[in-house]
């Protein structure tokens, strides 16, 4: 009788009526609000990657690395006299987003594929919340996200980039039948200082986005601006 | 005589035993089938608030707002203010959230560095609902916080922490 009377008084044992839906309510907040908030996290992550893709393809011509056309610094040549080195945008895209996404978490690795504006991310990699004892919850830390951008408008200037070499790789002077054929959001050299230089017949363009697209980056809305070299080269 | 006393003994011993044995079997139905339901209730329903701050949380930083004439989303916004030091388009784009949804309370954003190390860090930036007289409601107590990454930020800026109070 003592001993039980311990017992009853001692036990870390808890009698009696016990809170409601303690289960579900740890399930929801170490588990599923944990899961949304990493979620919020890496969907953050992935829109301002993204953002910094956009930016940084366009200042290459869209190659993430050295185009086999050639390159002069950061200037990609889209082609090489009659042929062209057709961007592989897709292939590019995924190949950027990843190198930049390293700088922050350097395991990360996605398959990154676009659907209209959309980019989304697919990842082998889990996010493991709670001990894998027997059970556990965890995520897939893949994304989507809308950087109001489409990348097909790279097919829109590899057109006219075409266009402008078959009607004036032959042209006495280069400038004047550039000037008639090109449209006014092909600059010669820079966006800001437009000016004409052609060196071995290789000319050097800044394209303003024909749909006027702009990335908000560093608080700022940043028009997308397309650095790109042709050559009108004849061999 | 003698007898007589001793059946009176015994009787008064089956009495005292029979009143500690129930006395005991009311004290260990009283502390198994204590049913204290109204604090388990409460313990329950503030469980549930926490859970509600939370998502409240989640549904603030996820939040559109437009930003430089682009719809962003609002943690965009708190990454962009805390870069920029402008606690104007914070204070700006939280009381317009605050005022269309109705809600009390404040938000702080904080370096995970110093949240981390400091018992009362100081915001970066921090806004709080003002009433009528202008006097600030005291900060109250936390709702929820989550972390955020800032791929632009330098220093201890690289990782930030947005607390929601009520």
């Known amino acids: ?235 | 005589m003698i007898p007589n006393k001793k059946g009176v003994m015994d009787d008064f011993t089956d009495l005292l035993s029979f009143v500690l044995i129930l006395s005991l079997l009311t004290f260990f139905a009283w502390v198994i089938l204590r049913t204290d339901t109204g604090e388990r209730e409460d313990q329950t329903l503030e469980r549930i608030e926490s859970l509600r701050g939370q998502e409240a949380l989640l549904d603030l930083i996820n939040s559109p707002a437009l930003l430089q004439g682009k719809e962003v989303s609002m943690k965009e916004v708190i990454i962009a203010a805390v870069n920029a030091d402008d606690e104007d388009i914070f204070t700006e784009k939280m009381q317009a959230y605050f005022e269309e949804k109705q809600i009390e309370g404040g938000v702080g954003v904080y370096d995970s560095v110093s949240y981390g190390a400091e018992e009362e860090p100081t915001p970066l930036l921090s806004y709080e609902v003002i009433i009528f007289n202008e006097a600030v409601i005291a900060r109250g107590k936390e709702r929820g916080a989550l972390y955020l990454t800032n791929t632009d930020g330098v220093g201890n800026k690289k990782s930030l922490v947005v607390k929601l109070f009520t």
């Open chain 1, 1 to 235: 009788m003592i001993f039980a009377l311990a017992f009853a008084v001692l036990s870390p044992v808890e009698f009696g009526v016990k809170p409601k839906g303690n289960w579900q309510l740890d399930f929801l907040h170490y588990n599923f609000v944990e899961g949304e908030k990493q979620l919020a996290d890496t969907d953050g992550i992935a829109m301002q990657v993204g953002r910094k893709t956009i930016l940084s393809l366009a200042e290459k011509g869209g190659f993430a690395t050295a185009s086999s056309c050639g390159s002069a610094g950061k200037i990609n040549y889209w082609n090489k006299g009659q042929d062209f080195c057709f961007l592989n945008v897709d292939g590019e895209v995924n190949k950027e987003f990843n190198s930049l996404y390293k700088r922050y978490d350097p395991a990360a690795s996605f398959t990154v594929s676009r659907q209209g504006k959309e980019l989304i991310g697919k990842s082998a990699k889990e996010i493991l919340l709670g001990q894998r004892n027997p059970q556990y919850y965890a995520l897939n830390s893949g994304f989507r996200v809308n950087p109001d951008y489409n990348f097909d408008e790279y097919f829109v200037l590899q057109d006219l980039a075409k266009k402008l070499v078959n009607e004036c790789k032959s042209a006495d002077n280069l400038q004047d039948c550039l000037d008639k054929v090109k449209p006014s959001y092909w600059k010669f050299s820079s966006c800001e200082n437009e000016q004409f230089t052609e060196e071995e017949q290789k000319v050097v363009f800044c394209v303003e986005s024909p749909q006027k697209y702009a990335v908000f980056q560093h608080g700022q809305s940043v028009p997308v601006e397309y650095m790109l070299g042709l050559d009108f080269g004849t061999n």
